[in-house]
């Protein structure tokens, strides 16, 4: 796994955890190939299982990939089956859908 996608690096954190994971380099290019960070803000990408099925990747049924960032770092990534807590966390941070 290389440590940076497109124009977004990884931190040590994220390859760390991308392997156990399953989140392949192949499935980060297609779902950032259209995303933009620009702000320094936090922003969190969730992505929906049936944007997943049209890569024809096969996470779990119900499971969205969700993607944080800070700048054009990817801080974390992992599925998660019920993503509406992130809507209700205190902190600042912007959200991009992808469905």
Known sequence: ????????????????????????????????????????NKKTIIVFPSYLKKLKSEPRETDCLILIFKEKILVTGYWCDRPNYLFSLKEQTSYHLIY
Do not use: A, C, G, P
């Open 1 to 40: 796994m290389k440590e940076q996608v497109l124009e977004f690096k990884k931190s040590d954190h994220f390859l760390y955890s991308q392997w156990s994971r399953k989140i392949s380099d192949q499935l980060l290019r297609n779902v950032l190939s259209s995303v933009e960070v620009q702000s320094k």
